[in-house]
């Protein structure tokens, strides 16, 4: 048990070291790498999975709605938990909601399930996406923004793929290669980009970086493992949506929080803080489920 949780973790963490590592000793501009990364590999890797011929819709429903249920679950436990711990709620809830499943979950679940978990992984991280999306404006601005997620070319790659999948339109072969190919890319790319992120981030408010680092797969687990017994989820979907729910909070939080003005050092930290403690709480997640 203690190998198979090494082989799933280590991976992970190595490559977000050399992104870390990396980031320190030379600062690189990763804008032009994410942009490629959200607007061709992303989208490659949903479509290639959500058009594949292993993906059924239908299936993959109950992981959608637990997705929901465990993220807005999660942010109505951190809401009463920021009040009490004086922290602003509008900086410690949204980081507790929405967790790292694009550079973290993704390689996590693929490692841990095997290829057969590629279609609900990428439905948790589109549900996840387009949650933060259209949420984060009315957490922090009061004001609903669902239109805002259409521009996302990860969208559109979901709408073509779940169409293919539904009406089993043949795609070519050479198509489908080439498109798995490119969403390869996206996988190391997310992982190590996250190291180099995290290599300029700041541990100024260690208070609430603690506090968030430890609510998030505290709330998200709590919330998956609820769901899962009173749903009457599969044992396979309640230990991806389990895994899930024990993720740190996702990097995007630091760059909303940038966007929003929205204490972005606390943000920092509480990303910062809460992916190092993830070497605690992801192995012990998995020794629970596995």
Avoid at 24 to 51: D, G, Q, T, Y
Avoid at 221 to 244: E, K, M
Avoid at 253 to 263: C, L, S, T, V
Wanted: glycine share 8%.
């Amino acid at each position: 048990m203690l190998l198979r949780i090494v082989s799933i973790v280590f991976p992970i963490f190595i490559i977000v070291l050399a992104g870390y590592a990396y980031g320190r000793r030379h600062r690189p501009e990763m804008l032009a790498a994410n942009r490629l990364n959200m607007e061709v590999f992303l989208p490659s890797l949903i479509f290639s999975a959500l058009a594949g011929k292993t993906f059924n819709l239908a299936d993959n429903l109950p992981i959608a709605i637990g997705c929901a249920v465990v993220v807005i679950g999660s942010g109505l436990l951190a809401w009463p938990l920021a009040r009490l711990l004086g922290y602003e709620i509008k900086t410690l809830v949204p980081p507790v909601m929405f967790n790292n499943v694009g550079n973290m979950g993704l390689p996590l679940l693929l490692l841990t399930f095997g290829d057969q978990a590629l279609g609900a992984a990428v439905v948790l991280m589109l549900v996840v996406t387009l949650l933060q999306f259209s949420l984060y404006p009315w957490l922090l601005e009061g004001r609903f923004r669902l239109s805002i997620i259409w521009r996302e070319p990860f969208v559109a790659a979901a709408v073509l793929g779940v169409t293919v999948s539904v009406f089993e339109i043949s795609v070519w072969t050479p198509v489908m290669t080439a498109s798995r190919i490119l969403g390869d890319i996206s996988l190391g790319l997310m992982i190590f980009s996250l190291g180099v992120r995290l290599s300029t981030a700041s541990l100024s408010a260690w208070g609430i970086g603690v506090a968030g680092a430890i609510a998030t797969p505290l709330t998200g687990v709590l919330v998956a493992w609820a769901f899962g017994a009173l749903a009457g989820l599969s044992r396979a979907d309640q230990d991806i949506l389990f895994i899930f729910g024990a993720l740190p909070p996702a990097v995007s939080n630091f760059i909303f929080a940038e966007r929003y003005q929205q204490e972005p050092d606390k943000v920092a930290s509480i990303v910062m803080i809460g992916n190092a403690a993830a070497l605690f709480f992801i192995p012990l997640a998995l020794a629970l489920r596995l």
